[in-house]
């Protein structure tokens, strides 16, 4: 049997998903976190920069340059980008998490997608 990836905590797969498709700096990290879980998911910033200490640490986030176009409403907020490792761990985790879905499905207890 293959070897099944652990799981990410949940704030780190939302943390790079949010970073999946750009750059951002901790203050766009968290509203669209807390945009995408409809306000559930807040994160503080000692939650936030915690965790991206963390990732750093593991691989998964680095540090970006802002955008040439950003000006800043005051100070100099740090930008983070996803690394390939990050890539990795999250697709691996919407895969795991995925797979939950569709058992969820084939017990009925969501409804098929649609079909264009």
């Known amino acids: 049997m293959a070897h099944q990836?652990?799981?990410l905590?949940?704030?780190w797969f939302q943390i790079l998903l949010?970073?999946?498709d750009r750059d951002l700096h901790g203050l766009e990290i968290t509203r669209e976190v807390f945009s995408r879980t409809d306000g559930v998911l807040h994160l503080w910033?000692?939650?936030l920069y915690?965790?991206?200490k963390k990732m750093t640490a593991a691989g998964f986030v680095a540090d970006a340059r802002p955008p040439r176009d950003f000006q800043a409403a005051g100070g100099s907020p740090r930008f983070y980008r996803i690394t390939e490792s990050?890539?990795?761990a999250v697709a691996?985790?919407?895969e795991r998490l995925?797979?939950?879905v569709d058992a969820a499905r084939a017990k009925r207890l969501l409804k098929r997608p649609r079909t264009s």
């Open 86 to 88: 990050g890539r990795n």
């Open 98 to 100: 995925a797979r939950f």
């Open 5 to 7: 990836p652990t799981s």
């Open 18 to 20: 949010a970073l999946a």
């Open 45 to 47: 910033p000692g939650k």
């Open 92 to 94: 691996a985790e919407a």
């Open 9 to 11: 905590p949940s704030h």
């Open 50 to 52: 915690g965790a991206l």
